[in-house]
């Protein structure tokens, strides 16, 4: 009934519009949740109005089966119960609902509340006329729903305790979030790519029938050589490589802002004089085109922040050197290629050989090119090993901090707004956490005897020598 879908929104007579994700009801968009994310449109990132758009679906499609609920405190709470226990009965293992939702994670049950919380807070204080006081109001059916939804919601939020659920989460499930405390785990093997099988990675894994995948072996470098998180590299435009003139063997890299960054130095006016701007009004004047964070199709790549070396770029800062040196090689090589497509855009990552050639080349594609490669090396692509392409920045930053690099500057060199986000990164893996308990006790024999640590009494009959 209710589905998601692209919206291209015109808010005055000049032409421009701004695409955002919608829902589509029955009856048409619904107009408060597209008119909440054009008012976030400028702080908020597609990813969060594509989450918050999900959360307000699957709300609407839980008061569409609730229909004879009327009770507010109890709506909002067989929600939120909902969400941790799923929607099918235990014992046939049916939904009379049609919701058929599986049980979500606390994590993902407490976004969706708080998604929700936040978009009838907005809409509250926004849209006052809702149904249930305006009567004259004129919205469609499930814009009134959610408007009446939004004022019940506000003025039952004192009683809701403001997070709808402190005791919505069944004794059951052991479920706690928002204040009530879910139990403490280690973090996970920290996912890097393993150093010693990325040289074969690039020589042989992007090399198929005799052919290297330039293209490829550019992106991983930067990756893994550089630490970019792997959307970054589809926002390079070819004028921001060029020689570093500190060493000339070595390629200088600045991926910048894809909005705010400093347009090309190339760039002119009419008459011929340099003209500056910022890279969204580039891509509007030269190719009609958005920055593609703000791009709800196969081309879009994100940009998650965290400190710029200045207005506004990140500076690829190679490590080991020899990686910028590579680097250098394989883009001289990757230009020739480049040389001979037309492009509509100025981005580097181009289609070579599938069509449309010379578009915008996509992150799904390099993802698949990624996996193809480690596949040829008889590697696993599994996020857990490493294998896939964020486990090269996993890499980059152990790299550093195994070389004895202080936090301050690897939290420079991988772009981190605070010292704290380097810690994911830099954590011991199991393996060198074993191997510094050995060292441990190799120290301790050497301090107090050969016998140190070795216990002294063994239960009857329980010889280790056996």
């Known amino acids: 009934m209710f589905v998601t879908v692209k919206a291209r929104v015109y808010t005055d007579a000049t032409g421009v519009y701004t695409e955002l994700p919608a829902v589509l009801t029955p009856v048409g968009v619904l107009e408060p949740l597209l008119d909440y994310c054009l008012y976030r449109s400028h702080d908020r990132s597609l990813a969060w109005m594509t989450k918050v758009t999900r959360s307000v679906r699957m709300f609407l499609e839980y008061l569409q089966t609730n229909p004879a609920e009327h009770d507010t405190y109890r709506l909002f709470q067989n929600f939120a119960q909902r969400l941790y226990t799923g929607t099918f009965d235990r014992k046939t293992g049916l939904d009379p609902s049609n919701l058929c939702w599986a049980p979500r994670s606390p994590q993902d049950a407490s976004q969706i509340i708080t998604h929700l919380s936040d978009f009838f807070d907005w809409l509250s204080e926004m849209r006052p006329e809702a149904a249930k006081v305006n009567p004259r109001y004129a919205g469609g059916a499930f814009d009134r729903k959610t408007d009446e939804a939004a004022y019940q919601y506000r003025r039952s939020k004192s009683f809701l305790g403001h997070t709808w659920a402190a005791n919505a989460f069944p004794a059951e499930t052991g479920h706690r979030v928002r204040g009530l405390r879910l139990p403490k785990?280690?973090?996970?093997?920290?996912?890097?790519?393993?150093?010693?099988?990325?040289?074969?990675?690039?020589?042989?894994?992007?090399?198929?029938?005799?052919?290297?995948?330039?293209?490829?072996?550019?992106?991983?470098?930067?990756?893994?050589?550089?630490?970019?998180?792997?959307?970054?590299?589809?926002?390079?435009?070819?004028?921001?490589?060029?020689?570093?003139?500190?060493?000339?063997?070595?390629?200088?890299?600045?991926?910048?802002?894809?909005?705010?960054?400093?347009?090309?130095?190339?760039?002119?006016?009419?008459?011929?004089?340099?003209?500056?701007?910022?890279?969204?009004?580039?891509?509007?004047?030269?190719?009609?085109?958005?920055?593609?964070?703000?791009?709800?199709?196969?081309?879009?790549?994100?940009?998650?922040?965290?400190?710029?070396?200045?207005?506004?770029?990140?500076?690829?800062?190679?490590?080991?050197?020899?990686?910028?040196?590579?680097?250098?090689?394989?883009?001289?090589?990757?230009?020739?290629?480049?040389?001979?497509?037309?492009?509509?855009?100025?981005?580097?990552?181009?289609?070579?050989?599938?069509?449309?050639?010379?578009?915008?080349?996509?992150?799904?594609?390099?993802?698949?090119?990624?996996?193809?490669?480690?596949?040829?090396?008889?590697?696993?692509?599994?996020?857990?090993?490493?294998?896939?392409?964020?486990?090269?920045?996993?890499?980059?930053?152990?790299?550093?901090?195994?070389?004895?690099?202080?936090?301050?500057?690897?939290?420079?060199?991988?772009?981190?707004?605070?010292?704290?986000?380097?810690?994911?990164?830099?954590?011991?893996?199991?393996?060198?956490?074993?191997?510094a308990l050995d060292a441990g006790g190799q120290r301790l024999r050497e301090k107090y005897g050969g016998t140190a640590g070795t216990p002294v009494f063994l239960p009857p009959g329980l010889d280790l020598n056996d």
């Open 185 to 435: 785990v280690e973090k996970g093997e920290p996912p890097a790519f393993p150093e010693e099988r990325f040289e074969e990675l690039l020589v042989k894994g992007f090399c198929a029938a005799g052919r290297y995948d330039y293209r490829g072996m550019l992106i991983t470098l930067l990756l893994h050589g550089a630490g970019f998180r792997e959307s970054e590299p589809f926002h390079l435009y070819i004028p921001d490589v060029f020689p570093d003139p500190a060493n000339p063997r070595q390629a200088k890299v600045l991926i910048h802002h894809p909005s705010y960054g400093a347009a090309p130095a190339d760039w002119r006016e009419e008459r011929g004089r340099p003209r500056k701007g910022n890279r969204a009004e580039y891509l509007a004047h030269q190719f009609g085109l958005v920055p593609r964070t703000d791009l709800l199709d196969r081309r879009q790549a994100g940009w998650k922040g965290g400190a710029h070396d200045a207005p506004y770029y990140k500076q690829a800062y190679w490590f080991v050197p020899e990686y910028g040196e590579w680097f250098q090689h394989l883009w001289h090589r990757y230009l020739e290629q480049v040389a001979r497509i037309e492009r509509g855009h100025p981005f580097a990552f181009i289609n070579l050989n599938r069509e449309p050639v010379g578009a915008m080349y996509t992150l799904t594609q390099y993802n698949k090119a990624h996996a193809a490669a480690c596949e040829r090396i008889g590697l696993t692509v599994s996020k857990v090993l490493g294998t896939t392409p964020h486990g090269h920045r996993h890499a980059y930053g152990r790299r550093l901090h195994n070389a004895g690099i202080e936090k301050a500057l690897i939290r420079r060199f991988m772009h981190h707004a605070s010292l704290e986000s380097q810690e994911v990164y830099t954590q011991a893996n199991t393996k060198e956490a074993l191997a």
